[in-house]
């Protein structure tokens, strides 16, 4: 994988990497992405970032008791959190000069060819306007049939739609191990995946953390559709978000998921 090829990037920021156990945001960690991330875009890259972490966030900011299991609940959390997030990512990426979009999606933007198009003009005008389109669901609006299913898929649609180079999907683990490391303390981490059989989909296990929805499963079904259509998705751990500089220095870490070469 040679990254200064890839223009336009795709970066997904998983719950549990944004916040602590307790859904507070993590400023450090956010500080270090958009300073990270800031840099990328000086070295000619063009950055859509898709965050997970307004129900957490919200979650922590209203004080709740114990974490929303209603969707009305999640809903309202979302509905609060949201701002909490991306008051950050506005202070913090303006340091750098970077200003920034919010886009709120539902799965209708994927299903609806005109709504697609429309979608796919507004991210390429914000990023001509030097903006970093930030991605979220829409959650305090969607219902069930409008659901992406969790941000490791809405990532992979947005890099369709922005018909982007590469996705970086940043998580609380290094990548995919052929069997569970934390059952398992001789766990191999596997470094490139061809195609994403049913063998690969086995060395899956099951949820993510608390504050999150996704686990290895619905990252390896986002790597899938991406993969589908000639984009190819690197899993990386995130906890360390100076580590990306290491891949903009040439050096393998993470998973890295290779395309159909339909591009």
Known sequence: MNIKKCKRIVVKIGTSTLAYENGSLN????EQLTRTLSDF???GHEIVMVSSGAVGSG???LALRKYP????EKQACAAVGQIQLM???ENFFAEYGHPIGQILMTKDVIDNPKRFEYARGTFNRLIEMGCVPIV??????????LKFGGNDTLSAYVGIVCDADLIINLSDIDGLYDSDPKSNPNAKLIDRVEEIA???MSFAGGAGSKLGTGGMVTKLKAARIAAGSGIPMLIMNGSDPFRLYEILDGK???????????K
Do not use: C, M, Q, W
């Open 27 to 30: 400023i450090r960690r956010i």
């Open 41 to 43: 875009k000086n070295a």
């Open 59 to 61: 979650y922590a900011r």
């Open 69 to 72: 299991s209603s969707l009305t």
């Open 87 to 89: 008051k950050l990512y």
């Open 136 to 145: 979220n669901e829409n959650d305090p609006l969607s219902i069930e049939e």
């Open 198 to 200: 049913d063998e690969v």
């Open 252 to 262: 393998h870490i993470g998973t890295y998921f290779a395309a159909k070469r339909t």
